[in-house]
């Protein structure tokens, strides 16, 4: 549905559509009105008006979340278009900022903030063309070198050097671009562009190589830790990280898959653990926790009971967890300030329902996120579940993907949850009815699109109906078979696709120099 526009966002819209003229104009254009030009020029994606807005910018801050977002005159979010032909425009225009002016003092900006840019699924944005987190953080990386050579190489105004720009972004590290983000941090003291790296996400990087930038990276005001995927990180070496380096702003971190494997521990590797647990303790700011596909059985309190802050987000999918583990849970101060909870891969309403129940109801208050993938949740526990989510009043989203449930168990399941009255978002498993019989719990990725197409279809109709008839048009349910969209995977799937490839080859090669050797 159309936004209202205001008169003076209508002509704004007309003064930046003729691309010439506006940035003739620049010159006698009030300063307050600059954020207001750059809205519109965003929306009509004016990369050149962009690009002289910024280099001109007379303000002290530039914040993208705030410039894009829910304005007075216009009060669409644009913050969600990370439109490819304006994000370049907006850097080279900060590049050029500091480059083309001779004099500085009337130069007023000190901080721009970066990170107010969401990546998601769907752009609206005419070229389609997007410019991901880990885009920026190339080219961002890319124009202060630039920067640097060319101030070092020509006879520009000294000025120039005075100037000091704190640019906060979301950096988002791979081996592709690990060597032009690191030397960009390595020299950041000499260039006018500071990147002040409030986020920072790991994949497909050598752990030497992710020692050394997360140091680069002045840990001390990070807020968000990101290592996934392909970065080979173990609890050695987490032990290390934070035995060496502190983050005392820290309020998320998310680890990779197997980090923890308390399989077959030693006493060392008991006291390792607790080590980690009271390093975590240190962080004060620590809200949210992600370690899916370890192995962490009855370790849980070891590890989450040193926090000193409670947990409003935790991940603790596929971590074979067992009933201590969950009693802890369902027991521990966290549980009452639980906003997200994802349980994945864990078969609570089969092992653990009662500890289950009390789970739900003491974070019933807070939970808007709960995300029960694979958790051979069938026909007989529909009613239990049910009665579980209840009080669950908050509840904004709920994933249950690839769980045996049939087409009647689904639409009992929707009736209710269209009397969840914050509800927004659901992820529902193809019915158990569309797979051939015989089909055996969890499906593998092989298997997953092996079902009859037009009889889900008819199904998920039947589950819309439910929600059009309860008049729940704000719900948006779907299926999306290999899990819900990450931004960051998508745009980097390319390298670690090859990545997957180069292991896997190497893993062969091995595999055949031993068989030579036996033979």
Not at 292 to 310: A, E, M, V
Request: charged content about 20%.
């Amino acid at each position: 549905k159309a936004t209202m526009k205001s008169l003076r966002f209508i002509s704004a819209e007309a003064f930046v559509s003729n691309a010439e003229f506006a940035r003739k104009s620049l010159g006698g254009v009030a300063h307050n009105l600059f954020p207001l030009l750059f809205k519109a020029s965003y929306l009509l994606e004016q990369g050149e008006v962009i690009h002289d807005l910024v280099e001109n910018w007379p303000l002290v801050d530039f914040n993208m979340g705030k410039l894009l977002g829910t304005t007075a005159d216009y009060q669409e979010d644009l913050s969600r278009r990370t439109c490819s032909v304006c994000l370049e425009s907006c850097l080279t225009g900060l590049r050029d900022y500091v480059l083309n002016h001779p004099s500085p003092y009337v130069k007023r900006l000190k901080v721009v903030d970066l990170t107010g840019i969401k990546d998601v699924e769907v752009q609206f944005c005419e070229c389609k063309k997007t410019m991901g987190r880990w885009a920026r953080t190339q080219l961002l990386s890319k124009l202060c070198l630039e920067l640097l050579v060319y101030l070092q190489q020509t006879q520009c105004n000294p000025g120039a050097f005075e100037i000091s720009v704190d640019v906060l972004i979301d950096l988002f590290v791979t081996e592709r671009n690990y060597e032009v983000v690191m030397q960009a941090l390595l020299r950041k003291c000499c260039c006018p562009l500071k990147i002040c790296c409030v986020s920072f996400r790991s994949d497909n990087l050598d752990l030497q190589k992710f020692f050394y930038i997360i140091k680069l990276t002045d840990p001390s005001s990070l807020r968000k830790l990101e290592i996934v995927h392909n970065v080979r990180l173990e609890m050695e070496h987490l032990e290390i990280l934070f035995n060496s380096i502190h983050f005392p702003l820290l309020m998320s971190l998310t680890l990779p898959a197997r980090t923890f494997n308390v399989q077959r521990f030693t006493a060392t590797e008991e006291r390792m653990l607790t080590n980690i647990g009271e390093k975590m303790g240190e962080m004060t700011q620590l809200t949210e926790l992600s370690m899916p596909f370890s192995i962490l059985t009855g370790r849980i309190q070891k590890l989450l009971s040193p926090l000193k802050t409670p947990l409003k987000m935790l991940d603790v999918s596929n971590c074979s967890l067992n009933h201590a583990d969950m009693a802890y849970l369902a027991n521990s101060f966290h549980v009452n300030h639980l906003e997200a909870l994802d349980l994945s891969g864990h078969k609570i309403l089969d092992l653990y329902p009662s500890i289950f129940f009390k789970l739900l109801s003491h974070s019933s208050s807070v939970l808007r996120s709960l995300t029960l993938e694979d958790c051979n949740i069938q026909d007989t526990h529909v009613n239990m579940l049910i009665l579980g989510l209840s009080p669950c009043q908050k509840l904004q989203e709920f994933k249950f993907l690839g769980n045996p449930l049939s087409s009647q168990a689904l639409k009992d399941l929707f009736t209710f949850l269209c009397e969840l009255p914050m509800l927004k978002n659901v992820e529902f498993p193809v019915p158990r009815d569309c797979y051939p019989i015989g089909t055996t719990y969890p499906i593998d990725d092989a298997g997953l699109c092996r079902f009859d197409h037009q009889k889900y279809e008819s199904v998920a109709e039947d589950l819309n109906l439910i929600l059009l008839q309860a008049n729940r048009e704000d719900v948006k349910a779907s299926t999306p078979l290999f899990g819900s969209y990450d931004a960051a995977v998508q745009e980097t799937n390319n390298e670690l696709g090859a990545y997957l490839i180069k292991s896997f080859k190497e893993t062969l090669e091995k595999f055949t120099t031993s068989l030579n050797k036996m033979s």
